[in-house]
């Protein structure tokens, strides 16, 4: 290593495998290996958005509420793919008119369609994010616990690489809870 540089993740100390997929926790925008697609959290109107730039518009003020109105809003707990590889694969899961934004059902249908887009398409690698919290709504804990039943309980079969997104810092405590250190005990 070079002096005065220091490792911001090491994947030799930010991963664990689990139903046969190695899962690399790490921080934006450190990719640890190429992804062939990239789960985004969304809402109902499709108005969340990674890199969000407000413009000024082209149209009109009644133009724009008129495509607002027109334009179909997406099922709680569907997915939405576009592109090639990458693909981008948005996980309708946020409804911003409700307290919390998300519901764990539509969580686990998105996780549903998110396994069957991986199986269609034969994609190996996978980047997500904590899903949930990203409107600050779900607890990380429970976001990790909801992700680890996901993956015991379907286990994909053409899934060998996740690249969990999580904020800097949070790395360890969220390799812990998805080894099954912290989970409450069943029975």
Same mark, same amino acid.
């Given at each position: $290593? /070079?002096p005065?540089? @220091?490792?911001?993740?090491?994947?030799a &100390?930010s991963?664990c495998?689990l139903? *046969?997929?190695a /899962?690399v926790v790490?921080?934006d925008?450190?990719?640890?290996?190429?992804? &062939?697609?990239?789960?985004?959290?969304?809402d109902?109107?499709? /108005? !969340?958005?990674?890199g969000?730039?407000?413009l000024?518009? &082209?149209?009109?003020?009644?133009?724009?509420? +008129?495509? $607002?109105v027109?334009?179909?809003?997406? /099922?709680?707990?569907s997915?939405?793919?576009s592109?090639?590889?990458?693909?981008?694969i948005?996980a309708?899961?946020?409804?911003? &008119?409700?307290?919390?934004?998300?519901r764990?059902?539509?969580i686990?249908?998105?996780? @549903?369609?998110?396994?069957?887009?991986?199986?269609? +398409?034969?994609?190996?690698?996978?980047?997500?994010?904590?899903?949930g919290?990203?409107?600050?709504? $779900?607890?990380? @804990?429970?976001?990790?616990? !909801?992700?680890?039943?996901?993956?015991l309980?379907s286990?994909?079969a053409?899934? +060998? +690489?996740?690249? !969990?997104?999580?904020?800097?810092?949070?790395?360890q405590?969220?390799?812990?809870? !998805?080894?099954?250190?912290?989970?409450?005990?069943? *029975?």
């Amino acid at each position: $290593m /070079i002096p005065g540089l @220091r490792l911001v993740w090491d994947a030799a &100390d930010s991963s664990c495998a689990l139903a *046969g997929i190695a /899962i690399v926790v790490a921080p934006d925008p450190l990719p640890p290996f190429p992804v &062939d697609a990239e789960v985004i959290e969304q809402d109902t109107a499709r /108005i !969340l958005d990674e890199g969000l730039v407000l413009l000024e518009p &082209d149209e009109s003020l009644g133009q724009l509420v +008129r495509e $607002m109105v027109t334009e179909p809003m997406s /099922i709680p707990g569907s997915v939405l793919t576009s592109g090639a590889r990458p693909v981008r694969i948005q996980a309708i899961i946020h409804e911003l &008119d409700r307290q919390p934004s998300w519901r764990e059902e539509w969580i686990r249908q998105a996780w @549903r369609g998110i396994v069957a887009c991986c199986e269609e +398409r034969a994609l190996g690698s996978l980047s997500l994010p904590l899903l949930g919290t990203r409107m600050r709504d $779900m607890d990380r @804990r429970q976001s990790v616990r !909801l992700m680890r039943e996901l993956i015991l309980g379907s286990r994909p079969a053409c899934l +060998r +690489r996740i690249w !969990l997104r999580c904020p800097p810092g949070a790395q360890q405590q969220v390799l812990g809870l !998805l080894q099954g250190q912290g989970q409450p005990a069943h *029975g």
